[in-house]
Structures are given as C-alpha cells and as structure tokens.
C-alpha cells in the first residue's frame, strides 16, 4: 500500500523559513523520481519541484527558484523541502507525489497535503 504523508507546514511570518518533509513507504521509493505541487487558495495546482531518483538532479518552478530546495534520504524514505524567504504567494496546501511506474511526470499517488499559510 503506497503511502505518502507531508508534515512541517505552519503559520509563518513573510520573510521566514518551513522544512516539509514526505514520508513514503509502500514502495520502493529510491527508485522514483519525486514531486512537490502546491494549490493555493481559489488555484489550481503548481508544480514545485521535482528530484530525481539519487537526489543528484533537481528542478523548480520559476516561482520558487532560489529559495527553496528539495532533497531526499533513501535510507528513511523520506523528501524533503526547504522553504526559505517565504512568501504571501507561497500560501498553499502543499502536496508530495511519486513518479508514475512509467515515468515521464504520471503522478500516481499523492500525500494528503500540509498548509503552508506565510501571513504577517
């Protein structure tokens, strides 16, 4: 049973810091390219980030390029984002996914999602 569970959003000032992480399991995770998407209020969803399956290539959206930085751990299952300089616009219930078994971006599974609210 594939599980994916986000944890680490919060309330944060604009300005501020969040580290989110992804527990995975159910799967062998080292072997899936990984994937943050967000949804903002009243949005639609934004593709985040993306890391390869060893960590070593790494992408993101024009919108958070800079400040956050997406990584992983193969021995605890677990991925990672790191969330500096927050934000208004990066309030969103952000969401974690695994790579489809065919790859090429067909996200198969989802986290249930962690708010990311960035407020003075």
């Known amino acids: 049973q594939v599980q994916l569970v986000e944890s680490g959003g919060d309330l944060v000032q604009p300005g501020g810091s969040l580290r989110l992480s992804c527990a995975a399991s159910g799967f062998t995770f080292n072997s899936y390219w990984m994937f943050w998407v967000r949804q903002a209020p009243g949005k639609g969803l934004e593709w985040v980030s993306l890391?390869?399956?060893?960590?070593?290539?790494?992408e993101y959206a024009d919108s958070v390029k800079g400040r956050f930085t997406i990584s992983r751990d193969n021995a605890k299952n677990t991925l990672y984002l790191q969330m500096n300089s927050l934000k208004s616009e990066d309030t969103a219930v952000y969401y974690c996914?695994?790579?489809?078994?065919?790859?090429?971006?067909?996200?198969?599974?989802w986290g249930q999602g962690t708010q990311v609210t960035v407020s003075s």
């Open positions: 890391i390869n399956t060893a960590g070593g290539t790494t």
């Open positions: 996914a695994k790579d489809g078994l065919t790859g090429w971006g067909t996200l198969d599974y």
